[in-house]
């Protein structure tokens, strides 16, 4: 498009692949000539989906969005989602106590008794209805997140759009589109759904996350992280250290409300630099919220370092805030078991002052020693057999291990598309204490429960097969998967309907055994056996001498 001079200034994405490093003019020069003529740009979407082109293009060519134009249709309710977090803005609050500009953070750095006040005024402001509902879903029992429909997602992803065109600055994502034309920023809905999700459809808070995400990609990935999702393979000797090392680690199995669990133990990465920490940390919170279920139940967080602990750097509090505000991730809740000590009562204030206004709401501390945490973890729901941690503080490799060759997998190929985590509907085909604790083991047991007098009484066979399909469709429209172990580490769906049923009938016949031997309890009678339990009186339980009844063996 030219200009009132006749000359073409229009910067378009075809125009940046011709360029080569040897441009009259850098980089920083053609951002702000991009941000000058983005009225003029024009993109080609013939492969873009329906909802990129309903934003850009109308019947008469490019056009600039509008959040406010009825034409867009945005959802109501994405606007009263919006108009709510808009409206209801917290009353004042007291100024963030800051961190000494220290080297090392001390007991003086931190005033923790201004800390603790501006956390009581916080959770003041909340409404008892909100208090109430953050804390039932800190517990697993209730989910905030928002009830998803193709319609509502399509909507809010054009208003996502529309609400991106407005906000500058936004360094990153013009080097993603305008110079490198990135497929997955400009075409890909994946990443602004995560966005979204985050912030419960909060066009404008995930607009503004997203922006954070991308320059946070950039910062510690470079851009190579803005063509593509950041993999295992981007971490440096550094950070691949730390992955081995197991002290952050990606529980193998969910909470019983189907949160994914990060726990963080030992020393928790403290003797690694602030920038491997924060650029693996990136990446573990990345994998975290891999599939769309833990997107929308959210992620917990579980902080359990050890009694010889190092105390963080100063910026620690600052960089992990700034992560945590960019983060694609929605984190329903942070447990920070620590030792009752003065030094980590005080770690308290640092870590509150790591997370925003928001989280704050979620954080939950334990001052106990290692049995009465996990009772208190377990009121939670989170599965403490599973945490990586001794008695005596040594950190579990085994199921860590098997996390990094499934991850290793997952990124490397598509084939066979290896599950890295089941969901809370799937159900496990394999023996062990730790699978039948598994939720969706637990509703399929069940299921064989309820079903069991019904397939038991009859002897006809198409009756029995009847029972059987009935509970694998009732697993199926739970949206449930029926899951078995492949020997090379990781769990695969099994579509042969047949082997899922005749795994069915299997349970339910194993399921008659334990009911029989329920019935047949079976006693061992020694020759000094009635004498046992005898009174003052010295009488006997059986005093003609013969056989005690079953009914002793109760």
Known sequence: MANSNGNNNTILPCHVASMTTNSTFGMNEFINRAETMREHQTMTTAAAPDWWQFWNRDGS???????????????????????????????????????AGNETMTFGDVDTKAVNEMLSKELATLSFNDRNAINEEVHGVRNLAAEETPEMLRKSLMAFQCQLEKFHPKPAYDQAVFLFQSQWIMYDPTLRLRCLRTERFNVTAAVLRFVKYLDLLLEYYGSEALLRPIRMSDLGKEETELLRSGEYQLLPFRDRSGRRVISCVGNVGLKFTLYARMKFFIYLWWVAADDVETQQRGVISLFWPENHSLFPDKREAQEAQRVFAAIPTRIAAYHQCLPDTAFFRFTRAVVILSVDVESRTRLKFHYNDDIETNYQLMTYGIPVDLIPRTGTGKIKLKNHQQWIRTRKVIEETKEDDPVECPGINDVLFRFGKSYLSHPGNATFRELIEANFDEHNETTNTDTKMAVTWRIVEDIESRKGR??????????????????????????????????QAKKNVHCTLSSTYQFERQDGGKRKRAEDGSEPSKSFCA
């Open 61 to 99: 060519g490019a056009r600039r969005c509008n959040i406010n134009d009825p034409a867009n249709e945005i959802d109501d309710v994405t606007q009263k989602a919006n108009s709510r977090r808009a409206t209801d803005s917290p009353p004042s609050r007291p100024p963030t106590p800051r961190l």
């Open 482 to 515: 029926f899951l078995v172990w492949d020997q090379r580490g990781w769990w695969k769906v099994t579509t042969d309907r047949a082997h899922i049923r005749s795994k069915v009938a299997v349970s339910l016949k194993e399921h008659k055994k334990r009911v």
